[in-house]
């Protein structure tokens, strides 16, 4: 191996890199900060960085839908002193085909972030609220914007006015900002859409009936967030979330010339929030369901936000039929409240918005879409110090089939 610092930061590798001061290893065995490994990944279809949960990452050849995959133990020859720091998530795995890469060297995870919000219709508004109730410990201020004066001051007033009596819980405060200031934050939340399908039009997948309008709408701030040189994560709410993120990870890495440069947004910095309702739902259709009772405990999700959505009743005992009975449920729970004749949105503004997010800064394990070998899949995962952690499995094949057959349809689509 071979070990470098550059200014404090200590990183090592397999394969010699030119023009890095080289050090002793004592001095990187003995560090008790993250170190970096430095490796070399095809770029169009890998992150930039990710956390090194599992010694089999350091030789990884490609990205893809296997990251989720649990591989066979090997024997791995690394140093005791390695493999103690991967089991302490002390090591993040920096891939140096992108022209940015030293810019995760200066990356620190704030124990509170500030949040800025584009987008204040009935998931926006419905979000700043859920993050003013649950993100005192770790918001320090939410900004919001858009483009109706009257809304932006409703909510400024209204939320801001959410209060408990005689105690000292923190409430971050809610900000009325300005365009330009969007990007002066830690995580940018995008819940602005164009054109929702009103009530009545159940017969379709409202949220592909979205996506042309919507993606118009977040290319132009994907464009602004690599103007900004921002460093924060991209988080993307609205409508198609996986699609949307894709979008906005081409767009902010294209540049005037039309070609592909990677000097926008990392894939690791964007983020689509639309699995953690369809987790909820799963578990609201299970336990109206004797045989299903035990996805809570037991059961995974997969996939994106509507149809292509994977629901497994559980990982160890794999039950196909109930898997695809909670499948069907879950994805046409937002047909049957729209057949109420309302829009659903609290519960995805919550589950999948607030309650996902305020997780996301607080290191835990959650629902939401990252970037796998070129495709935003949702799958469980935490964003740690060190970069991404995905949660890795053994798969039944059957419920991989199904998870893959998901995968590639999203890949095929962009």
Known sequence: MYYYKIE????????????????????????????????????????????????????????????????????YKLPKWLISKINSRKVTYINTEYPNWKDVLYHKHKKKWKVNV?????????????????GGDCISEIGIYGRNESKLKRWDYEVNQILSTFDDVYYPPVKII??????????????????VPPVGTEDKDVRMVQFEGNSKLIKSYAKMARRKRFKGIFAVVSDPVDLLCKSAFICSNTNEDGKMDYNGLAPEQI???????MHARAVYYASKYKEAAHYMREGRAFGPHGEGLVIADSIENYNDDISV???????????????????????????????SIVATIKQKWHYSATFMGGVFMGARNRQLSSGIELERLNFPEKLYRRIENTYNKLRSIL
């Open 118 to 134: 584009i987008g204040l219709g009935d998931v926006g508004g419905t979000l700043v609220v859920g993050l003013r109730l649950v």
């Open 178 to 195: 300005e365009e330009n200031e969007l990007f002066d934050c830690d995580m940018f939340v995008f819940c602005a859409s164009i054109g």
């Open 8 to 75: 404090d930061k200590l990183l090592f590798s397999n394969e010699k890199y030119d023009g890095l001061e080289e050090v002793n290893s004592e001095e990187i065995i003995e560090s008790e900060d993250n170190i970096y490994f430095l490796g070399k990944l095809e770029i169009s279809k890998s992150r930039r960085s990710f956390s090194v949960s599992d010694p089999s990452l350091l030789f990884l050849k490609e990205e893809g839908l296997k990251l989720l995959k649990k591989l066979e133990i090997e024997e």
């Open 271 to 277: 983020r689509g929030y639309g699995l953690g309702v």
């Open 325 to 355: 009975y909670l499948t069907e449920k879950t994805i046409k729970a937002n047909i049957d409240v729209r057949k109420t004749g309302f829009k659903p949105y609290i519960a995805p503004a919550i589950s999948s918005g607030s309650l």
